[in-house]
């Protein structure tokens, strides 16, 4: 089990960029996948990003494919979420999610993880 703390959230305008970040306690981080997720109002969690255990392989989804990177520092136990170009429709709390494996495959779906952060607001005026 690890535990996870998301931060870098807040407020931004269309256009503009956030990066968050997760950190993970425990020696064993460099055994996991990480994903992020993100849940508006009214709406089901959804994948946004993942990356495998030793950061060889990424997912996305499509429509952040070109404006967010995913990545991770195994050495500080950090996961990344670079967000540019944000649009209104990005606003969410985004999650960071963690999987023990050591495949080089992604996991998108929500009950694939085990260990989940609170969250972080993400809030993208127009």
């Known amino acids: 089990q690890v535990h996870l703390v998301e931060s870098g959230g807040g407020l931004v305008q269309a256009g503009g960029s956030l990066r968050l970040s997760c950190a993970a306690s425990?020696?064993?981080?460099?055994?996991?996948?990480m994903g992020w997720f993100r849940q508006a109002p009214g709406k089901e969690r959804e994948f946004v990003a993942g990356?495998?255990?030793?950061?060889?392989?990424?997912s996305y989804r499509d429509s952040v494919k070109g404006r967010f990177i995913i990545s991770r520092d195994n050495a500080k136990s950090l996961a990344y979420l670079q967000m540019n170009s944000l649009k209104p429709e990005d606003t969410a709390v985004y999650y960071c999610?963690?999987?023990?494996?050591?495949?080089?495959?992604?996991?998108?779906?929500?009950?694939?993880?085990?260990?989940w952060g609170q969250g972080t607001q993400v809030t993208v005026s127009s």
């Open positions: 999610a963690a999987v023990r494996s050591l495949t080089s495959i992604v996991r998108t779906r929500t009950s694939s993880y085990d260990d």
């Open positions: 425990g020696r064993t981080f460099s055994t996991y996948g």
């Open positions: 990356i495998s255990a030793t950061g060889g392989t990424t």
